[in-house]
């Protein structure tokens, strides 16, 4: 793999972060995981809006422009040999020293990888839903951040194995539904598309907020809130949402069957979605 580090493309083995850098010392960094198709960035601009948003909340000055960083992603790409590609642009805050800062920072780094992505199963391999015993941590702001304190996901993860096919599910700590360790959650019941709130505290996904976009384009009703984990057992369909996987119809939780795996709505969610990717194209 070779992988973009502050303007330069090398091999991942010769790539360095300081030891100096606030990303390694204090996690002070955001990330965007999207997806390129054909060589063509989807939804590039609700990834690189986000990324500003964090990065104005966190107070790093934003170096690039979003042609600069499209450009930057696009040169990972290619000197990957890649047309399909699962890509990671990371910006830390840059080495700050050891010590917190104050005033914000003004010289954060950037990083970029880029790895092959296997095709999509077409209908999409069916996951399992486990509830976490961990609770999802509030988030470390005002908002969840796609930030690389990670430990949260990380320890979930340990949670529930190995198993590509198992999705870890976390409730809040008052016991609402929240999200996946690497997904968003959503459900149907009698025609109305259901997902957990942000007031939750979970991340504002970027295919979540597509998926919403096209519901409501299709004239679904659509409804955001608090859910006690029972509202599960009763949906007629489950899925989840993320920007490498799209979207992954749930056929078990916690053991309990969902009534259809990739039922009608999921399906047609999953036409729309796929139809944007080839608009993009």
Known sequence: ???????????????????????????????????VYDRRLFLWETHYARLCSGLLALRIAPAWTSEELAEAVMRTVDANGLRDAYVRLSVT????????????????????FAKPVAPLADPPLPKRLQTLSLA????????????????????????????????????????????????NLFWMKDGCLFTPSLETGILDGVTRQHVLFLAKRMGMSVEEGKYRPEVLREAEEVFVTNSVQEIVPVQEIDDHLVISTYGVHTRQLHLAYRESVAISE
């Not at 805050?93 to 954060?108: I, N």
């Not at 340990?158 to 870890?168: F, I, S, Y």
């Open 1 to 35: 793999m070779r992988v973009y580090v502050n303007g330069t493309v090398l091999p991942a083995e010769q790539a360095s972060v300081s030891v100096l850098d606030h990303g390694f010392l204090y996690g002070i960094g955001l990330f965007e995981t999207l997806r």
């Open 93 to 112: 805050a840059g080495p700050e020293g050891v010590g917190l800062v104050a005033d914000g920072y003004s010289r954060p780094s950037l990083f970029i």
């Open 136 to 183: 999802r941590q509030t988030a470390e702001g005002h908002q969840r951040f796609k930030s690389h304190n990670y430990l949260n996901n990380a320890l979930a993860k340990q949670e529930v194995g190995a198993r590509m096919d198992v999705e870890g599910l976390f409730l809040t700590h008052d016991g609402y539904l929240a999200e996946g360790i690497v997904s």
